[in-house]
T-cell receptor, first 112, second 117 residues
Framework: KQEVTQIPAALSVPEGENLVLNCSFT??????LQWFRQDPGKGLTSLLL???SQREQTSGRLNASLDKSSGRSTLYIAASQPGDSATYLC???????????WGAGTKLIIKP | NAGVMQNPRHLVRRRGQEARLRCSPV?????VYWYRQLPEEGLKFMVY????????ESGMPKERFSAEFPKEGPSILRIQQVVRGDSAAYFC???????????????FGPGTRLTVL
């Protein structure tokens, strides 16, 4: 049974710092992995989707990497800004099904 | 192109009442998924539907919960006799039919926040 874990659960850093959020999964037979952003009381914004054959994806200041064999993904945020404050969720889609299996999220606070 | 629409955005019910949550998928999408997010937790899969068919309801509680996706109209998630533990955010996602690409990408709605008093 696939399980997704995100570490840390919460993170508070000063503005301008580069930071890394971690996501690990127990079953390496994945179809893709996706990072989402969730603002308080709001919906989900898809940030990056990495197919199982890819190693990384980049969008602006965000870079997500995937290491299937070790069951890990990282989300790198460069030059963090207060507007980056949100909860970041990692979700994995299995090879043989369509369900997204979610981590509990990392709550990120960027201090001005 | 309108994205996935959910209504209401916020719903308050008293214990024992019924809650009906609606989801209109992206135009042309024929697959709908419902997820539930309990406070301070990640999302959990509930049910996967195609038009007029329930494909997988393995994540649905055995009692009080039901879902449908009729030929016409939105998908409905119905919770009967709500209890306080049903308070959560319910997210709907949709994806295109097979063969039109990106079936694996699920597009999410803004969610419905249910509060049971």
């Amino acid at each position: 049974k696939q399980e997704v874990t995100q570490i840390p659960a919460a993170l508070s850093v000063p503005e301008g710092e580069n930071l890394v959020l971690n996501c690990s999964f127990t079953d390496s037979a994945i179809y893709n992995l996706q990072w989402f952003r969730q603002d308080p009381g709001k919906g989900l914004t898809s940030l990056l989707l990495i197919q199982s054959s890819q190693r990384e994806q980049t969008s602006g200041r965000l870079n997500a990497s995937l290491d299937k064999s070790s069951g890990r993904s990282t989300l790198y945020i460069a030059a963090s800004q207060p507007g980056d404050s949100a909860t970041y969720l990692c979700a994995v889609k299995g090879d043989s099904n369509y369900q997204l299996i979610w981590g509990a999220g990392t709550k990120l606070i960027i201090k001005p | 192109n309108a994205g996935v629409m959910q209504n209401p955005r916020h719903l308050v019910r008293r214990r024992g009442q019924e809650a009906r949550l609606r989801c209109s998928p992206v135009k042309g999408h024929s697959h709908v998924y419902w997820y539930r997010q309990l406070p301070e937790e990640g999302l959990k899969f509930m049910v996967y539907l195609q038009k007029e068919n329930i494909i997988d309801e393995s994540g649905m509680p055995k009692e009080r919960f039901s879902a449908e996706f009729p030929k016409e109209g939105p998908s409905i998630l119905r919770i009967q006799q709500v209890v306080r533990g049903d308070s959560a955010a319910y997210f709907c996602a949709s994806s295109p039919p097979v063969g039109q690409g990106a079936r694996d990408t699920q597009y999410f709605g803004p969610g419905t926040r249910l509060t049971v008093l």
